[in-house]
Nanobody, 121 residues
Framework: QVQLVESGGGLVQAGGSLRLSCAAS????????MGWFRQAPGKEREFVAG????????YYADSVKGRFTISRDNAKNTVFLQLNRVNSEDTAVYYC??????????????WGQGTQVTVSS
C-alpha cells in the first residue's frame, strides 16, 4: 500500500507557473512508476504525465508537452509537476498516482486526494 498526498495547488494567472508536489509513504517509492492526472469540471480524468522508477523516462500528454515537467526525488519520496505557461484549460483537480507496472501509461494502483489548480485570465 502506498499513501499519496498532493500539495502546491492554488490560483495562478494565465501564463504563470506553479509547482505541484506529491509525497509518498508506505512502500519503497522507487519501486513505482509515478504519474499525474487531472480532472476538469464536467470532464473525465485524463493522464497528464508519467515518470519511470529511476526518473529517466518521462511521457506527457500532447496538451501539456513543452509546458509541464514531471520529476521525482527518490531520496525524498516525492514526485513533482512543474506547470509553466498555464492557460484556462489547465484548470482542474490534479491527482498524483503510483503504478506497480513498468509502463508509464498503464494502470495506476494508488491515488492521492487531489489538489485544485485554478487559472485566472
Amino acid at each position: 500500500q502506498v499513501q499519496l498526498v498532493e500539495s502546491g495547488g492554488g490560483l495562478v494567472q494565465a501564463g504563470g507557473s506553479l509547482r505541484l508536489s506529491c509525497a509518498a509513504s508506505g512502500r519503497t517509492f522507487s519501486n513505482y512508476v509515478m504519474g499525474w492526472f487531472r480532472q476538469a469540471p464536467g470532464k473525465e480524468r485524463e493522464f497528464v504525465a508519467g515518470i519511470g522508477r529511476s526518473g529517466i523516462s518521462t511521457y506527457y500528454a500532447d496538451s501539456v508537452k513543452g509546458r509541464f515537467t514531471i520529476s521525482r526525488d527518490n531520496a525524498k519520496n516525492t514526485v513533482f509537476l512543474q506547470l509553466n505557461r498555464v492557460n484556462s484549460e489547465d484548470t482542474a483537480v490534479y491527482y498524483c498516482a503510483a503504478s506497480r507496472q513498468p509502463v508509464l501509461t498503464g494502470t495506476y494502483d494508488y491515488w492521492g486526494q487531489g489538489t485544485q489548480v485554478t487559472v485566472s485570465s
